[in-house]
């Protein structure tokens, strides 16, 4: 029988979480400092569990090992996706994270593209995105006289608004924002700079500048242009397709059948209340849930008013 793979999070505290996971969508969180919710995650630091069905209370990395017809028969020997949601109460360390060759050298896993879907954000909200230094040796000068005001590109964000943030972006999800990000399963991060800040035991952070000016990216990151089209009965929005991932917004109005167009569907519910109908059975959906639409749900409907977050292995499609 196939059917839908719904999931159950992982949560992790951090210096700069808040409580919006909870207040947004309902969530049992650890504590009013929770930053990451891992909404469909394989990685060794947070493993979605199966909450329905036949795998029902299996991890996601096992799932994807004992049954790869389920992904298709991916040669991949990772899951390659992690989506998280993020309340950034406060400031994000600025950051960069290294790409697959240099992290598989260093790191031993994944490298790091990452890019976000802004669900909710404060009146003018701003993430750093980039820098201004012209060289290698220009951003290793600004780093070490920590001339962060003229080094950092900022930008001004709202709800709906998508950043692409490939691997080796200087970049920092800001304070008061609510982010849905899908990412390579990774978790490597060098951190740049930490706004000075202490833990609860009165540490700094540690940062890893040889590493950060190693893989950062000089010159301008390119943001991707959405691509909008309507069936009358939804609205489906691709914010990108390259190598690492495809991540779609589909807006629902009524009731919409999709056809699967990869081996596997992502799928995260932001808002709204409706029903999804696989095989002729009805599960009822609301903000907040995961789940994947293995390979063996070639087709399925989605009803009722219905605002989600798809994605599917970039390589894949
Ligand atoms: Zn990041």
Not at 68 to 77: M, V
Not at 215 to 229: A, D, F, W
Request: proline residues 4%; hydrophobic residues 35%; glycine residues 8%.
């Amino acid at each position: 029988m196939s059917e839908p793979l719904f999931l159950k999070p992982v949560f992790h505290e951090k210096i700069w979480g808040g409580s919006k996971l909870a207040k947004e969508f309902g969530y049992q969180i650890p504590s009013e400092h929770t930053g990451e919710c891992w909404a469909i995650s394989a990685h060794p630091n947070g493993v979605s569990t199966v909450l329905n069905g036949k795998y029902q209370g299996m991890k996601l990395d096992e799932l994807y090992q004992a049954h790869p017809a389920l992904f298709g028969n991916p040669d991949k020997a990772v899951f390659p996706l992690l989506t998280k949601i993020l309340d950034a109460n406060d400031w994000l360390s600025v950051q960069v994270h290294p790409d697959d060759t240099y992290a598989l050298e260093h790191e031993g896993e994944l490298g790091k593209t990452e890019c976000w879907y802004v669900i909710a954000a404060e009146p003018d909200a701003q993430i750093i995105y980039g820098h201004h230094a012209k060289s290698r040796k220009e951003l290793s000068e600004m780093i070490a006289s920590k001339d962060w005001n003229h080094l950092l590109t900022r930008v001004k964000v709202k709800a709906g608004d998508f950043f692409y943030v490939p691997s080796g972006t200087m970049h920092a999800i800001g304070k008061g924002i609510l982010i849905l990000e899908t990412q390579q399963s990774s978790d490597t991060t060098y951190r740049v700079y930490d706004f000075d800040r202490k833990d609860n035991q009165g540490n700094l952070r540690e940062l890893h500048l040889p590493q950060s000016i190693d893989v950062m990216t000089i010159g301008e990151i390119k943001n991707t242009t959405p691509l909008i089209s309507n069936t009358g009965t939804a609205e489906i929005t691709t914010f990108i397709t390259n190598d690492f991932f495809t991540v779609y917004q589909w807006r629902v109005h009524a009731k919409t059948s999709f056809k699967q167009s990869a081996p596997y569907t992502l799928v995260s519910v932001l808002d709204g209340e409706g029903e999804l109908i696989v095989s002729g059975d009805t599960y009822s959906l609301k903000k907040g849930q995961h789940f994947i639409l293995p390979s063996d749900v070639s087709q399925w409907e989605f009803s009722g008013h219905l605002s989600m977050i798809a994605s599917h292995d970039g390589s894949n499609s």
